[in-house]
């Protein structure tokens, strides 16, 4: 059974919940604040319940809510129901922005409290869940230049990344856009011996053709009217490092002739020169499109091809990674969320279901950008797919995403939304409007993550 500590000075309430609560939990109790920092010296519980009226001040709340700090400074993870006087608002209110999870007020209904410290529960369960999802990519991002996944595709190009960067064997990367084709470069270009020398990349359907060949073999002064300095280009600059071609199916044909001789020989000539530059560096290139159709199409050489492809590694989209969907939209949600100092949030039931059939077109760049997006609008803890911007496509999906419970809390949040905004926050009318107690109103403004500051009596 999970671990239960209960902080309270009256013999009445320890014996009341000592009674209530020891079948589904092993019950721990402290009398005051100096007992609860010793508990959790020796021992840990996920939920505490914490009276602030503690000694040797119990007629003040001063020692409970340092109780509730230290705490939270020793093990920031229990989750901490605050139990409150009915007319102690405005204190429960101060331990909420403090963080504790939830209050309760006085007198105690143990029911009510059974289902507050079961949810109590079942949310650390899933941050500690995430927390150490997060961990492992943190480990294997470390080693891979930011690379992370877990199914076995991945496993698979993380294996084939060690293996060959200790090699200068040219590698083409073959994936769909936004899968992470640079990612792998970087990662071989990273383990290599050449990873104190430059990473260089260029992608070769960004720039106009009569601009590109300047680019990566450089100019010699005079060579066009305007080249008044000679210019060094990408290839060069790679000397001794790593040269990435992306998207190099769009490369001209003419072009492909003298990337193939700089294969075979390694020497460039810049434009306008006759001087033939040896350059040592490393080629690494990457392309979207079906290279087969491109050679049979005439749009790509052959040869060049078998020099690029001595080794190719092959990048699964998105939708066939299966758990890594999840895995990676939770390390995003993290990033961003501690890099905008928002506070800790996590992906409604609806948004991990759709999440996980949805195609992703743009695949780890489009779930990259969503998420970051969601954290960047979403004013409450809990990510919705309208912040994902996924409503208008998971209606169209129907049943198969929105189930009754869902939309039914989807009505829910918005009657309550307007209830809130309507009567300014006043507890009363407001449950009045929606026929419900005011219990209930606290319960459900928590759960849908809605900001109520007036809580009116």
């Not at 000075?9 to 020891?22: P, T, V």
């Not at 760049?365 to 208008?392: G, K, Y």
């Not at 009754?404 to 918005?414: K, P, Q, T």
Request: with cysteine.
């Amino acid at each position: 059974m999970e671990n239960l500590l209960i902080v309270d000075d009256s013999e009445d309430i320890r014996k009341q919940l000592r009674w209530g609560l020891n079948k589904d939990y092993t019950v721990h109790f402290a009398e005051d604040g100096k007992g609860a920092l010793a508990f959790f010296e020796q021992q840990y519980a996920k939920v505490v319940i914490l009276d602030l009226g503690l000694p040797p001040r119990e007629e003040t709340t001063e020692e409970g809510f340092r109780c509730l700090e230290e705490i939270l400074k020793k093990r920031p993870s229990p989750k901490v129901i605050v139990v409150t006087g009915q007319n102690d608002r405005e204190n429960a209110l101060k331990a909420i922005q403090m963080g504790a999870y939830d209050f309760y007020p006085k007198p105690v209904d143990l029911r009510e409290l059974k289902i507050i410290i079961n949810r109590a529960l079942y949310l650390y369960n899933i941050e500690e869940e995430n927390n150490q999802l997060q961990y492992t990519f943190a480990n294997r991002a470390g080693e891979l230049s930011g690379m992370v996944g877990m199914c076995p595709a991945m496993e698979k190009v993380f294996s084939n990344i060690r293996k060959i960067a200790t090699s200068d064997a040219p590698v083409l990367v073959v994936g769909e856009s936004g899968t992470g084709k640079e990612l792998v470069a970087k990662a071989i270009h990273s383990l290599s011996s050449r990873k104190t020398d430059r990473f260089v990349a260029i992608n070769c359907g960004a720039i106009p053709e009569n601009l590109l060949e300047s680019e990566l073999f450089g100019v010699e002064k005079g060579a066009f009217t305007g080249a008044h300095a000679q210019v060094f280009g990408k290839v060069e600059y790679a000397h001794q490092g790593t040269l990435f071609l992306d998207e190099v199916a769009e490369m001209p044909l003419a072009l492909q002739v003298k990337l193939l001789r700089f294969l075979q020989e390694k020497i460039i000539q810049r434009v306008g020169g006759r001087k033939d530059i040896p350059v040592d560096a490393r080629i690494i290139a990457a392309t979207n499109i079906a290279i087969g159709k491109a050679i049979r199409d005439g749009n790509f050489r052959e040869d060049l091809y078998y020099r690029l492809g001595v080794i190719t590694i092959n990048l699964p989209p998105l939708r066939e990674r299966g758990d890594d969907i999840l895995l990676l939209a939770n390390l995003f949600l993290k990033t961003y969320s501690d890099k905008l100092s928002k506070k800790t949030k996590r992906f409604s039931k609806s948004a991990q279901e759709f999440m996980t059939i949805y195609q992703w077109p743009g695949n780890v760049r489009e779930l990259e950008n969503r998420v970051q997006r969601a954290v960047i609008m979403s004013e409450l803890p809990v990510i919705e797919l309208h912040d994902l911007d996924f409503t208008e496509l998971a209606e169209s999906k129907g049943s198969m995403v929105l189930t009754l419970r869902e939309a039914r809390d989807r009505i829910e949040r918005d009657m309550l939304i307007k209830a809130n905004d309507k009567y300014k926050g006043n507890m009363t009318k407001i449950s009045e409007a929606l026929g419900v107690s005011r219990t209930t109103i606290y319960d459900l403004l928590k759960k849908h993550g809605i900001q109520n500051t007036a809580l009116h009596e």
